[in-house]
């Protein structure tokens, strides 16, 4: 599965909405906050904003020290909530230690919560309800659509069951009447669950804790890579690619599978939430 491919085509209609939005005279607008200096966290913020600026999306950067006080953390989020320029706010993860993650995304106006994180998306997301889905199961179930995978009575696992991935993953594919297990590090038979599943999400980004070989899948079984490893300055998934490709009916690569694709819908968000504004739907 080409995610390349997939997120350029779903661009094009987030650059579409872009411009109605602008002839409406709402300028979309997305804020990122970063928090520290950690490499890969402003490799991510830098993509996300080249990204955004390509559609059309403009952004206001806001970058600050390592050791901000969680509370002037939290008025910084304040004022980007009642900031009628600003239609989505992004709080890129990891913060520090001494900043209780939970408390600040829970600060987020749920209408501009373009990562889909707070309670309150979470919640909508629970019952199917429309909402702001977080970024890379979205991506993951657009990529589905797009190869015409149906998961109605697959049995799907995931191999993780964080707030990012697997919980909201797991959502998404039992609204579509898939039979969902969900894998960690205390799960036990992994090998064996592995061995009966249809669909196979993987998303642990350890190579020293796990891989995904080829003898751990049946015949045919769809597989999603959502790994994100360096390693001697190359970015590698959890999935043994060359020998897993020649058993998977579908395979995604790394990078270029479904690392497109979690941007893209950051975008995609972006534009619904300032659609929002304008009542146009989407």
């Known amino acids: 599965m080409d995610g390349k491919l997939v997120a350029r085509e779903i661009r094009k209609s987030v650059l579409k909405r872009v411009n109605e939005l602008k002839g409406k005279g709402i300028d979309p607008c997305l804020a990122t906050v970063l928090v520290g200096t950690d490499d890969a966290s402003i490799i991510y913020v830098n993509s996300k904003q080249k990204a955004a600026a390509s559609l059309g999306i403009s952004t206001k950067d806001f970058r600050l020290d390592s050791k901000i006080s969680q509370h002037e953390l939290i008025e910084l989020i304040t004022s980007l909530n009642n900031d009628q320029r600003i239609h989505g706010i992004l709080i890129q993860m ?29 919640g909508l997301l629970l019952y199917g309800k429309d909402s702001l889905i977080p970024c890379t199961p979205f991506g993951i179930i657009r990529l589905l659509d797009f190869y015409r995978i149906s998961v109605t009575s697959m049995n799907a696992v995931v191999v993780n069951r964080s707030n990012l991935v697997g919980k909201p993953l797991s959502l998404l594919l039992l609204e579509r009447d898939a039979t969902v297990t969900i894998c960690h590090s205390r799960t036990k038979n992994l090998n064996r669950i592995l061995n009966e599943a249809d669909l196979v999400v993987t998303a642990v980004g350890n190579t020293n804790k796990f891989v995904l070989s080829a003898s751990m899948l049946r015949e045919g079984a769809v597989v999603i890579d959502v790994g994100n490893n360096r390693r001697n300055g190359k970015v590698t998934g959890d999935v043994d690619f060359e020998s897993v490709k020649e058993k998977a009916s579908w395979i995604t690569p790394v990078p270029g599978g479904v690392g497109p694709m979690t941007i893209t819908m950051l975008l995609y968000n972006t534009a619904k939430a300032a659609s929002s504004v304008s009542n146009l739907k989407g």
């Open 94 to 122: 990891p913060l520090p230690s001494h900043i209780d993650e939970f408390t600040v995304i829970n600060n987020v106006n749920p209408n501009k919560d373009v990562d889909g994180l707070t309670p309150t998306s979470g």
